[in-house]
């Protein structure tokens, strides 16, 4: 990479601030309008039809070159502009938690990456920048940004960034620490039975969560500090006259650190011990449905400040008590993309 024959930092700072600023005029209308109608229609992992088809129709209105299906996931979006030397990535996402829409604000950071990706066309050729909005499926639950990773949608890229709306007027976004998470699907095999007479050879599966579900409850007093678990029984039997021949629970756990030491038990011995206190009802567990453990993460601090400080200056003049190294309650995969390593946390010198 070249930086010497970029623009002084004044410069290049002056320039890509301008730029921000005179989109806010020009795009806030219609970036205010993208995020309510992606928030109007809620639609879950990988089933972001209608959203990623309004994100990719504002790029190729402001001149990107835009692919939906990119990195073999239908609902996701590749838009390109700028022949830089220096490619950021700038995701978006837009997926929605079932039953309750975008409690999660996700239509709020589509709009907002679409807005910048928009604003950075300004001044990617002079700054020689080459702009690629990544629009990230099922980021709630899924993952997708992993799987567009192995899938290679990361590798051309100098540094990526990403904005997550949260409630009330804080910018923390000084060392945010993410949470890991991991689930598990866990499936209970019995044998049906009539219950309308004794049932001696049938092994109710439903009984077998339950007992799952009494001995997480027991187990939460001994989990560390910062450990978060939570459990339902999402299938259980259909009809009160038949023993229930299959069962399954959901689990997730979240930690701050440490997830996969933890999650071992809740896959191996918790599980068989499960399953051997309801003889009968073999517990297994089952991710391949669900995403794997995301890891415990922490931002970039050098970016983190910057934009602080910009967002202070300019757009939230009275806000910002970042709380530094406090993980969020939140798991995320934004950081495996998006967390610069910190020696090379600075790509293009921009400075304050
Ligand atoms: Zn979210």
Redesign the pocket.
């Known amino acids: 990479m070249t930086i010497a024959k970029r623009p002084s930092h004044p410069e290049l700072s002056n320039s890509v601030r301008e730029a921000i600023l005179a989109s806010r005029t020009e795009w806030e209308e219609s970036a205010i309008a993208l995020s309510r109608e992606i928030h109007r229609v809620p639609e879950i992992a990988f089933q972001e039809r209608y959203a990623s088809t309004l994100v990719a129709r504002e790029l190729e209105a402001a001149g990107f070159d835009v692919a939906i299906g990119a990195y073999g996931l239908d609902t996701a979006v590749e838009a390109t502009y700028g022949s830089g030397d220096v490619t950021v990535a700038i995701c978006a996402e837009y997926d929605a938690l079932p039953g309750i829409g975008h409690a ?3 239509n709020i950071i589509g709009a907002a990456a679409v807005g910048a990706a928009i604003a950075l066309t300004a001044v990617a050729d002079r700054i020689g920048l080459r702009i690629k909005l990544l629009g990230t499926p099922a ?2 639950h899924g993952g997708g940004k992993v799987i567009m990773l192995d899938a290679g949608a990361w590798d051309d890229v100098t540094f990526s960034l990403m904005v ?1 709306g949260a409630p009330g007027e804080d910018v923390r976004c000084l060392d945010v620490r993410t949470q890991a998470v991991c689930r598990l699907h866990i499936m209970f095999q019995g044998r049906p039975g009539h219950t309308g007479g004794p049932t001696p050879s049938s092994d109710n599966a439903s009984n077998a969560a339950t007992i799952g579900l009494v001995a997480l409850g027991l187990l939460r007093q001994h989990l560390p500090d910062g450990v978060r678990a939570n459990a339902f029984v999402s299938e259980g039997g259909q009809t009160t006259n038949v023993v229930p021949a299959a069962a399954a629970v959901r689990v997730e756990v979240r930690a701050d650190t440490g997830l996969t030491e933890l999650v071992r038990p809740f896959q191996t011995g918790n599980i068989n011990a499960w399953s051997t206190a309801y003889p009968g009802c073999p517990g297994t567990p089952d991710r391949t449905n669900l995403a794997g453990p995301s890891r415990d993460r922490s931002g970039s601090p050098p970016h983190g400040v910057r934009y602080r400080r910009r967002t202070r200056s300019h757009h939230h003049p009275r806000r910002g008590h970042p709380i530094p190294g406090k993980p969020t309650g ?1 798991s ?1 995969d934004r950081p495996i993309v998006s967390s610069a390593p910190r020696e090379s946390a600075d790509p293009i010198r921009l400075r304050d």
Do not use: N, R, V, Y
Request: proline share 0%.
């Open positions: 999660c604000g996700h980021e709630e997550h939140q995320h």
